[in-house]
């Protein structure tokens, strides 16, 4: 199970970081999204997607508007920091 929080939590890093969703940033300035952020790592743990997603990251590595559509945060992913 660990292993697998790893591989999900580093997937949503980098998923943030290509859509330029500063996750440190948010937490930051509403200490509360941490719970979020958690909620979002375990979210993106129940996607069947996970290599299509690496690839994903490996192939937007310049950045992306938008998460893939097949993405379960796309939505958390969108709200960018205006929240």
């Known amino acids: 199970m660990f292993k697998k929080f790893d591989k999900h939590s580093k997937l949503f890093n980098q998923m943030s970081a290509a859509v330029d969703v500063e996750l440190d940033r948010r937490v930051t300035h509403n200490p ?4 979020k952020i958690r909620s979002a790592v375990l ?3 129940k996607c069947t997607h996970a290599d299509e997603c ?9 950045g992306a508007k938008a998460a893939p559509s097949y993405c379960l ?3 958390f992913l969108g709200a960018r920091e205006s929240q």
Do not use: F, Q
């Open 43 to 45: 979210k993106c743990m």
């Open 73 to 75: 945060n796309r939505n």
């Open 54 to 62: 690496e690839d994903w990251i490996s192939n937007h590595s310049e």
């Open 32 to 35: 509360a999204d941490a719970s």
